[in-house]
């Protein structure tokens, strides 16, 4: 991974936003799709990178520890604990189910 | 006489506090982004130059699970694509002059563009001094803090042997998990439907497909929800519910 590649991903994001200041609100409010896709982009998108990240490794599906850790940090969203500690107890939560649980 | 004082100072109160409750993201970003294999240099540049927390956060995601720079960078781009949308709501709002166009730019996230456009019920010119306010301060703060909080994760990330060991796999789908958790909360009823589909598909396309393919495909999850309704502003649930729900600094 170049450093090229870096940065055309990082220009690709940047014009996206420039591009968003250029345009003329008509131009937008008169596609009403485009606000309802972009909306959705990140609800499909994140649910993927959850569920790809919690249950697979690689090309496999691998049922383990982070299921628990997972489990713990959709409770303390419930509850609407604050970020950090949902992120370390779901780590807390895994590693403590590895150590108590070797498979 | 006390409103003028009193609106700037909640501006700026709340600017700050937004940017400290994201930064802590950056941290869960810098430590995912060095075990996934990044350098902390690229990963600082990252959060410099990219500066949106939904974008960097599924370039690495994709990269971790052995994808593709491409898909990586497709990734990056489609979760980027709301900025524009955005830019569009805090151009007029901003009423920018042009030369400041580009610099502005960099700082249009979820979070800037959520203060930036709260409404507020004064005379224009004030509205606009508080809007462009709320958008500097927000901005900076949401920078700052991102940036420092990048850097300290990859660092500590850096300095742990076995990450698996520490349950550090668990962090990259735990803060995804608290960025989509927000929106599953949205009035719009189709929401929790793409999220069922884009989950399924990621997972059996992870299976199939080759490796990193399976997120930019889940894309196609917008789908499910049938066709979009009209613009419904950005009320997307929860920005200000203390900032742990916020979309990760630069927002992703």
């Given at each position: 991974m170049s450093w090229a590649a870096v940065g055309a991903v990082c220009l690709a994001c940047y014009l996206l936003k420039l591009l968003g200041m250029s345009v003329p609100p008509s131009w937008v409010t008169g596609r009403p799709w485009l606000a309802g896709v972009s909306r959705r982009?990140?609800?499909?998108?994140?649910?993927a990178l959850v569920a790809t990240g919690t249950v697979t490794s690689g090309v496999h599906l691998v049922l383990d520890a982070r299921l628990a850790g997972l489990a713990a940090a959709v409770l303390l969203l419930a509850v609407r604990a604050p970020l950090i500690l949902v992120v370390v107890t779901a780590a807390a939560v895994t590693a403590a189910l590895r150590l108590l649980a070797p498979a | 006489m006390r409103r003028p004082v009193t609106d700037r100072r909640r501006v700026i109160r709340d600017g700050v506090a937004l940017g400290l409750a994201v930064g802590v993201f950056g941290l869960s970003f810098g430590a995912l982004a060095v075990d996934a294999g990044l350098s902390v240099a690229r990963t600082s540049v990252l959060s410099l130059a990219m500066f949106t927390g939904g974008s960097q956060l599924a370039y690495v995601g994709v990269l971790a699970t052995g994808g593709s720079t491409a898909a990586a960078a497709v990734s990056a781009v489609l979760l980027g694509s709301r900025n524009a949308v955005y830019g569009v709501?805090?151009?007029?709002?901003?009423?920018?002059?042009?030369?400041?166009?580009?610099?502005?730019?960099?700082?249009?996230?979820?979070?800037?563009?959520?203060?930036?456009s709260a409404p507020r019920p004064v005379d224009p010119v004030r509205a606009r001094r508080l809007a462009r306010l709320a958008f500097l301060v927000t901005g900076l703060s949401v920078y700052v803090c991102w940036n420092v909080a990048t850097?300290?994760?990859?660092?500590?990330?850096?300095?742990?042997?076995?990450?698996?060991r520490f349950g550090l796999d668990a962090v990259g789908p735990a803060a995804f998990l608290a960025l989509l958790w927000p929106r599953l909360r949205a009035p719009e009823p189709r929401t929790r439907l793409v999220a069922l589909v884009g989950a399924v598909v990621g997972v059996l396309g992870a299976l199939v497909l080759p490796a990193g393919l399976a997120v930019p495909v889940a894309a196609l999850a917008v789908l499910a929800g049938g066709r979009p309704g009209a613009a419904a502003g950005h009320r997307d649930g929860g920005h200000?519910?203390?900032?742990?729900?916020?979309?990760?600094?630069?927002g992703p």
């Open positions: 982009l990140p609800v499909a998108l994140l649910a | 709501v805090v151009g007029p709002l901003l009423a920018l002059p042009r030369r400041w166009r580009p610099v502005a730019a960099h700082l249009v996230i979820d979070e800037t563009t959520a203060m930036t850097l300290a994760g990859a660092l500590a990330g850096r300095a742990v042997g076995d990450p698996d200000r519910d203390g900032g742990a729900d916020s979309d990760g600094g630069g």
